[in-house]
């Protein structure tokens, strides 16, 4: 099992940043990627960016604006966000992969304001 705990949401200003923490525990050896999706109200979770060794993706609409990282010797994925904007407002969701599972984190609200 893996426990994924997200950290670093809030309230920020249009065109603020905010920077994202998640870290896991348990059997973490057993993972191969990890990300970060999220979920607007009314909406479907979708990808925000993952990474996997040294590999990173990105949706679209978070290139150049949105950075990922990863700290294997802690087990953590951050999340660097820039030039927010109102559509960024979402519950942004930690996961890790394995080669049997795929596991979530509780999720960390993200609220842009205008």
């Known amino acids: 099992q893996v426990q994924l705990v997200e950290s670093g949401g809030g309230l920020v200003q249009a065109g603020g940043s905010l920077r994202l923490s998640c870290a896991a525990s348990?059997?973490?050896?057993?993972?191969?990627?990890m990300g970060w999706y999220r979920q607007a109200p009314g909406k479907q979770r979708d990808l925000v960016a993952t990474?996997?060794?040294?590999?990173?993706n990105y949706a679209d609409s978070m290139k150049g604006r949105f950075t990922i990282s990863r700290d294997n010797t802690k087990n953590t994925v951050d999340l660097q966000m820039n030039s927010l904007q109102p559509e960024d407002t979402a519950v942004y969701y930690c996961?890790?992969?394995?080669?049997?599972?795929?596991?979530w984190g509780q999720g960390t609200q993200v609220t842009v304001s205008s």
């Open positions: 996961t890790a992969r394995t080669a049997i599972l795929t596991y």
């Open positions: 348990g059997s973490t050896r057993g993972i191969n990627l």
């Open positions: 990474i996997s060794t040294g590999i990173t």
